[in-house]
C-alpha cells in the first residue's frame, strides 16, 4: 500500500465568534504553511563542557495563507474578518479571537491555532494577471494531534 497526499483532502477552516466562520478544501488556495516560533529545546554549555538541556515551553507560532487574490476566502479574510477587528466596532478582545483548524482527511491528522491575529493585512497586487496573496497570521498556541 501507498501513502498518499493530496491538498484536496486538507480543509481549513476559519473561526471568530463575531465574525462568523469560512472553510475551504483548496479552492482558490495556494498553499498553507505552519511554523512554530519557539525553539523547544536550549543548549547551555559549561566551562567543562558539560551539558544543561532545558525544555522551553511555548507553543506559539505564525501561519502563513497564500490565496489568490479573486478567491472567496481572501475577500473573507479582508473584507469580513480584517475589517472587523480593524474597525471602530470590535473591541481589544476581537483582535486575536479568530482560530484556525486545519485537518489532513487522508491521515486524519489536525492542527489548531488559537489566539490568531494578523502580522498585517496581505499586500494587494494589481498587474495585468490575477495574483496570489499571502495571509501572515499569528498564533498564541499552536496544536497538533
Same mark, same amino acid.
Given at each position: ?14 473561526? &471568530? ?9 483548496? =479552492?482558490? *488556495?495556494?498553499?498553507? =504553511?505552519?511554523?512554530? =516560533?519557539?525553539? /523547544? *529545546?536550549? &543548549? ?10 532545558? /525544555?522551553?515551553?511555548?507553543? !506559539?507560532?505564525?501561519?502563513?495563507? !497564500? ?6 476566502? &481572501?475577500? %473573507? ?8 477587528? !480593524? ?7 476581537? %483582535? ?6 486545519? /485537518?489532513?482527511? !487522508? ?6 491555532? *488559537?489566539?490568531?491575529?494578523?502580522? /498585517? ?18 498564533? =498564541? ?5
Amino acid at each position: 500500500m501507498y501513502d498518499v497526499y493530496s491538498f484536496n483532502d486538507v480543509t481549513c477552516s476559519f473561526s &471568530h465568534e463575531n465574525v462568523g466562520s469560512k472553510s475551504t478544501t483548496g =479552492a482558490g *488556495t495556494g498553499s498553507i =504553511a505552519v511554523s512554530q =516560533a519557539t525553539t /523547544k *529545546t536550549e &543548549h547551555n554549555v559549561s566551562a567543562d563542557g558539560r551539558v544543561m538541556i532545558s /525544555k522551553v515551553a511555548g507553543d !506559539n507560532g505564525t501561519v502563513a495563507v !497564500n490565496v489568490q487574490q479573486t478567491s472567496e476566502i &481572501h475577500q %473573507w479574510l479582508q473584507k469580513s474578518w480584517y475589517n472587523y477587528i !480593524n474597525g471602530s466596532g470590535s473591541t481589544t478582545a476581537d %483582535w486575536a479571537a479568530m482560530a484556525i483548524t486545519i /485537518k489532513d482527511n !487522508n491521515s486524519d491528522f489536525t492542527i489548531t491555532c *488559537t489566539g490568531v491575529s494578523p502580522e /498585517k493585512p496581505a499586500d494587494i497586487p494589481y498587474q495585468a494577471q490575477g495574483q496570489m496573496v499571502t495571509w501572515n497570521l499569528m498564533a =498564541a498556541e499552536i496544536t497538533r494531534e
